[in-house]
């Protein structure tokens, strides 16, 4: 990887597609945006890319994040599926488990099944919990299957077998023989995704994979096919655990990749906590379509190993973002008298009513260029907003509430960011997190815009905007490395562990992942392993992480009592108290192979912009602040000095993004070029 002339980042949204690139040669960094193109949406890659110099005649690394299989998935646009399992088990997955998420909900339905039980099909095999085949799979009977399968117009299989998690034989040898007879159809079975405990748990996740891999699929091979006229261009995905994999290899396990655009965002966030001595972070992107909100604590990703997504659980190491439909294409209506915000969309075409592309109904980047935040003609690449259209889109919608056209674009404001604001409680006060601790990284297109009126509510006294900030989760996929996960549910009293057998387990799935990380073009030196294990309390339903040293192994008099210090410490940080008399028992062993082949931080934060054209000067603008006209400078980002204290109002203008400065803010560019804005007011 190391050996490309430029690395590429490219971050595909649903309004716009941003690249991020660096220049191996010249050390330069520089960014694009281009409008998306949906449906497809790869050919705003292609754009992207020929924008940035990346030709028949320059070879490039690119990193890539997409979420063309999850809006799939969230859209139910996904392929037409069917589920193979036991016999006997075929309802695991319509009856998922007895609790209800909301029980004082009378109207709470679960989200319709992504495959309905006429094709969930059984086949008479069994594994027993200890791993023991009991019975092994008839060819004839998978033969009797084939038939039926081709009946009917399937795109994709799902394969989940009771136990296969302890031992996949009965479910590989069924893939196998799926894959021969039904070349047409996306075969995945769950042991390929998922070798963890929980029958339904496992049975929706290797669901979900089969539903959305094939969309990726067709999107990966599309993109690699127009990739093959550039020179020398390889290809990777960003993966939902904030690592890399090859876009060859991710087209069949494309629940790996399913939260691929927005993690990138945290990636950079860890960089940026790591570079600029800020531990706790709250990462925001805000969008054209969509706000996502996640943490960095410690200096680290906060990385859970189960979450839902779309009303449906996962198991697969995922970076924990929250995400909700708010984004500059927000569409505000008329919910009986009640204004509502979202999370509908305007999307890239037609978009926001100032787009001038047949838009008429009002957005947030419409309320936004109503009240002056946005100069009128103000240009995205060759997109020129016009603040007449947007005023009339909101005057006209809100005559239906009585308003005047600047009261209906404050009222559009204040929903959107109550929103937002709601969306980082989710994430913070609801797990007994205090946001005033954090730091608030606002980034995206549309997140500078809002992070100072989002921090107001939530008491938060310093944001960052960090350089190029409109793609910044582009710039994160520059730093990401190669990482491959892999889980395995043993179910072991601690007091009872074959230290050596587990060893040797780890070691051959050690040997098996340093091969992947090297055919993907890792150096052997630069490849690192964490060995980890999920405990505890014996009788408990849920383990907790605990990290283990791969020297201790061997260390026979230590390594039971430095398990249990490690777990009842990370045990007490949660929930305030340990339990000594409780025996451990150990759930699921992970390990985690890291290639180290992303750019580090400090390599990028110094690295020289590209050349610009010159943009706009200095000027004064009127803007409207709370109900009343204020004069605001408007400055470039580039004409700002490192250490001068700028008082609000201001908007802070540069190429990918527009920041706000309210008149209760100052904003300031610190020694590593981040804008820092800082609360002058008084405390709520």
Not at 81 to 97: C, I, K, N, P, S
Not at 202 to 225: C, E, F, H, M, Q
Not at 480 to 509: K, N, Q
Request: proline letters at 5%; glycine letters at 10%.
């Amino acid at each position: 990887m190391r050996s490309s002339s430029a690395f590429v980042g490219i971050d595909v949204g649903g309004t716009f597609t941003d690249l991020a690139m660096f220049d191996a040669a010249t050390h330069q960094f520089s960014t694009v945006k281009v409008p998306s193109s949906p449906p497809l949406f790869w050919p705003s890659v292609i754009d992207a890319l020929d924008k940035a110099g990346i030709d028949s005649q320059r070879d490039a690394t690119i990193l890539h994040g997409t979420t063309v299989h999850l809006n799939a998935f969230l859209e139910r646009k996904g392929a037409r599926m069917a589920l193979v399992t036991t016999a006997g088990f075929r309802d695991v997955y319509e009856m998922r488990r007895g609790n209800r998420p909301q029980p004082y909900d009378m109207h709470f339905r679960y989200p319709t099944p992504l495959v309905a039980r006429r094709d969930i099909f059984e086949l008479a095999e069994r594994v027993g919990a200890d791993g023991t085949i009991l019975t092994k799979v008839e060819v004839d009977e998978v033969r009797a299957l084939v038939k039926r399968l081709r009946a009917d117009d399937y795109q994709a299989l799902a394969i989940c077998f009771l136990h296969s998690y302890r031992n996949p034989a009965n479910e590989a040898a069924v893939a196998e023989l799926l894959r021969a007879e039904l070349p047409g159809i996306l075969i995945a079975p769950s042991h390929e995704v998922c070798r963890e405990w929980r029958e339904y748990e496992r049975t929706s996740t290797a669901v979900i994979n089969a539903y959305a891999s094939p969309v990726l699929k067709r999107y990966l091979t599309d993109l690699l096919g127009a990739l093959e006229q550039k020179a020398e261009s390889r290809l990777f995905l960003l993966q939902s655990n904030g690592g890399l994999m090859r876009a060859e290899g991710a087209g069949d396990r494309g629940i790996l990749s399913l939260l691929s655009g927005p993690v990138g965002g945290n990636v950079a966030g860890r960089a940026l906590s790591q570079v600029a001595d800020m531990p706790n972070l709250i990462c925001i992107d805000m969008g054209g379509t969509s706000f996502e909100a996640s943490l960095v604590i410690d200096g680290e990703s906060v990385v859970r190993n189960e979450r839902e997504v779309g009303g449906f659980p996962i198991l697969t190491p995922m970076v924990d973002i929250h995400t909700i439909g708010a984004g500059g294409g927000s569409i505000a209506w008329n919910d009986a008298g009640a204004l509502r915000v979202g999370p509908q969309s305007a999307g890239a075409r037609p978009g926001p009513a100032s787009y001038g592309h047949g838009g008429t109904q009002p957005t947030v980047t419409d309320a936004n260029i109503a009240l002056g935040r946005l100069e009128d003609g103000c240009a995205f690449g060759d997109l020129r907003l016009d603040a007449g259209l947007a005023r009339a889109a909101i005057a006209e919608f809100a005559g239906d509430f009585g308003l005047s056209g600047e009261a209906m674009a404050q009222g559009i404001l204040d929903v959107i960011n109550e929103q937002m604001a709601n969306a980082i409680r989710t994430i913070t006060v609801r797990r007994g997190i205090d946001p005033r601790s954090f730091v608030l990284v606002a980034y995206g297109g549309a997140g500078p815009m809002h992070a100072a009126d989002i921090a107001r509510l939530l008491g938060i006294g310093t944001i960052v905007v960090p350089r190029a900030a409109g793609a910044f989760s582009a710039w994160g996929m520059l730093q990401s490395d190669l990482v491959h996960d892999r889980a395995e549910t043993i179910l072991a009293p601690a007091a009872e562990l074959d230290w050596a057998a587990l060893d040797a387990r780890y070691a051959a799935l050690e040997a098996e992942l340093a091969e992947t990380l090297i055919e993907e073009g890792v150096a052997r030196d630069r490849i690192q392993f964490t060995r980890s294990f999920d405990v505890r309390y014996l009788g408990q339903e849920q383990g907790i992480g605990v990290r283990v040293d791969a020297g201790g192994f061997a260390d026979a008099a230590g390594r039971d009592a430095r398990l249990r210090a490690d777990f009842e410490r990370a045990y007490a940080d949660i929930f305030g108290h340990i339990n000594d008399d409780e025996a451990l028992e150990v759930a699921t062993v992970r390990l985690r192979a890291s290639g180290r082949t992303g750019l580090d931080a400090q390599t990028l934060i110094m690295a020289e912009s590209a050349p610009e054209a010159e943009g706009k000067r200095q000027r004064t603008l009127t803007v409207r602040f709370d109900g009343a006209d204020r004069d605001t400078r408007f400055l470039p980002r580039a004409a700002m000095v490192p250490g001068e204290r700028v008082p609000g109002p201001c908007v802070v203008e540069e190429k990918t993004c527009t920041t706000i400065v309210p008149p209760d803010f100052s904003a300031t560019i610190d020694p590593i070029g981040n804008l820092v804005l800082t609360f002058e007011g008084e405390a709520a």
